[in-house]
């Protein structure tokens, strides 16, 4: 269900050898999902307290946390990192569509 708006994780699921590979592939999925939505759940509600009326728009919670709570430095990775992730979603989904069309 969560990778439903994300056609770039379908395209690895659909370049499966076999449909035997499907259950060691659901495997991986969620060894690393379940994880990164607690960590992403819990890190959203420590912002709800530490950043209580400090925030007019949400979307900068994680830039705010960072710059508030880390190094100058380690705040700078969080802000590449955020960087980063945005543009390899782009990059797949620009792949996926160019490989779905061709």
Same mark, same amino acid.
């Given at each position: 269900?969560?990778?439903?708006? /994300?056609?770039?994780? #379908?395209?690895? *699921?659909?370049? @499966?050898?076999?449909?035997?590979?499907?259950? $060691?592939?659901?495997?991986?999925? &969620?060894?690393?999902? @379940?994880? &990164? $939505?607690?960590? *992403?759940?819990?890190?959203? =509600?420590?912002?709800?307290?530490? #950043? *209580?009326?400090?925030?007019?728009?949400?979307?900068?919670?994680?830039? *705010?946390?960072? /710059?508030?709570? =880390?190094?100058?430095?380690?705040?700078?990775?969080? #802000?590449?990192?955020? &960087?980063? $992730?945005? @543009? +390899?979603?782009?990059? +797949?989904? #620009? =792949?996926?569509?160019? $490989?779905?069309?061709?």
């Amino acid at each position: 269900i969560g990778a439903i708006g /994300q056609p770039h994780i #379908l395209v690895r *699921t659909i370049a @499966l050898r076999s449909p035997d590979d499907v259950p $060691a592939a659901r495997k991986v999925y &969620f060894a690393w999902y @379940l994880p &990164f $939505a607690l960590l *992403t759940v819990t890190i959203s =509600l420590y912002a709800r307290v530490l #950043l *209580t009326g400090e925030l007019s728009d949400p979307e900068l919670t994680l830039p *705010t946390m960072a /710059q508030a709570y =880390l190094p100058d430095v380690l705040a700078g990775m969080v #802000l590449a990192a955020i &960087f980063a $992730a945005t @543009l +390899s979603t782009a990059d +797949s989904m #620009l =792949l996926s569509c160019s $490989a779905a069309i061709s």
